[in-house]
C-alpha cells in the first residue's frame, strides 16, 4: 500500500497497526459497529459485505457474502484485494492477498473466510459527518484542468461538507496523488444541479497493484451556494440509507 498524508489545520497523520493484538482490538471494534465493510477488485468494480466473525487463535475472519452476488465467484479469484471500513472513528483500508480468500460456512449460512490482515492504515476522526454513498447510486466525479476542460473522470465514495474521498482509475497521472496537491473538481449529483468545489488532496491509497487511487479531498474557499449544494448532497446520502435500512428491517 502506497499513501500520502498531511497533518495541517489539525488533520492527524494516518496510524498503522501492525502488531496482531492492535489489530484484533481495531477489527472487533469495527464488528461492534457492524461497520460496512467495502471490497475493491481494481476496474471500479466495489463490493459491500460486513464482518461476521474473528478467530484471533487461527488468525482468520469470516465476512458475509458479498453484495452485488455476482462478486461472491468473482473476489475468490482476483489477484488482490482491497479491503476498507467506515466507522465514526474514520476510514480504515488494509489488503487482501491473492488466493487467501475462500469461501465456507458459519452457523449454517455461507460466508467468506479470510486471514486477519499483517497491517491496518486508518484515518483521523472527522470533524463533520460523512456520508458514504450506496453502491450504484455514487455521483461521477470530474478533475478540471486550467480552462475547465475534463481531464479525468473518477466515482466518490464519500462526502460531508468539508472533503469527499473519490476513486480514480491510473491512467491518471500520478502527480495528482502528491499531498497539497490541488484540484478543481466538478460533481454531478443525481437529481441535483451539477457544481464545481477546488480541494486540497490530504490522503491517497494506491489498490490494487498500481491499478486505481483512492484519494482523499479537502475543499478550499468553499462559497456559500456551493457549501449549500454540498449539505443537500450530505443530507440527500443520509435519506437514502435510511430508507435502505428500513426496506432491510422491512424484510
Same mark, same amino acid.
Given at each position: ?21 492492535? %489489530?484484533? !482490538?481495531? $477489527?472487533?471494534? $469495527? ?9 475493491? !477488485? ?17 488468525? @482468520?475472519?469470516? %465476512? ?9 465467484? $468473482? ?15 474514520? /476510514? ?27 497491517? +491496518? @492504515?486508518? *484515518? &483521523? ?9 450506496? %453502491?450504484?447510486?455514487?455521483? /461521477?466525479?470530474? +478533475? ?22 473519490? *476513486? +480514480?482509475?491510473? =491512467? ?7 499531498? @497539497? ?9 443525481? =437529481? ?21 487511487? *483512492? +484519494? ?28 435502505? &435500512? $428500513?426496506? *432491510?428491517?422491512?424484510?
Amino acid at each position: 500500500m502506497t499513501s500520502v498524508s498531511s497533518s495541517a489545520d489539525g488533520d492527524v497523520e494516518p496510524q498503522y497497526l501492525t502488531v496482531p493484538a492492535e %489489530i484484533y !482490538m481495531h $477489527l472487533v471494534r $469495527l464488528q461492534k459497529a457492524k461497520a460496512v465493510l467495502m471490497l475493491s !477488485m481494481g476496474g471500479g468494480q466495489r463490493y459491500r459485505s460486513s464482518l461476521l466473525q474473528i478467530d484471533r487463535q487461527t488468525g @482468520r475472519m469470516a %465476512i458475509d457474502e458479498v453484495v452485488p452476488l455476482d462478486g461472491n465467484n $468473482l473476489l475468490r479469484h482476483a489477484p488482490g484485494l482491497t479491503m476498507s471500513a467506515q466507522s465514526d472513528a474514520g /476510514p480504515s483500508y488494509w489488503q487482501i492477498p491473492a488466493g487467501t480468500l475462500q469461501g465456507g460456512v458459519l452457523d449454517g449460512l455461507p460466508c467468506h473466510w479470510l486471514p486477519l490482515p499483517a497491517e +491496518i @492504515r486508518y *484515518m &483521523q476522526r472527522r470533524r463533520s459527518f460523512r456520508a458514504s454513498f450506496l %453502491i450504484g447510486q455514487a455521483p /461521477p466525479l470530474a +478533475i478540471l484542468d486550467e480552462d475547465g476542460a475534463v481531464v479525468a473522470e473518477g466515482e466518490m465514495l464519500d462526502v460531508s461538507e468539508h472533503g469527499c474521498r473519490f *476513486m +480514480i482509475k491510473v =491512467g491518471a497521472p500520478l502527480e495528482w496523488a502528491a499531498s @497539497r496537491q490541488r484540484l478543481q473538481l466538478r460533481i454531478e449529483p443525481q =437529481g441535483l444541479t451539477a457544481f464545481e468545489v477546488a480541494g486540497e488532496v490530504r490522503h491517497a491509497v494506491e489498490l490494487n497493484r498500481q491499478e486505481a487511487f *483512492m +484519494i482523499g479531498i479537502h475543499f478550499l474557499q468553499v462559497e456559500p451556494a456551493v457549501s449549500r449544494r454540498l449539505s443537500q448532497l450530505v443530507v440527500q446520502v443520509q435519506r437514502e440509507r435510511r430508507r435502505q &435500512q $428500513l426496506a *432491510m428491517d422491512l424484510d
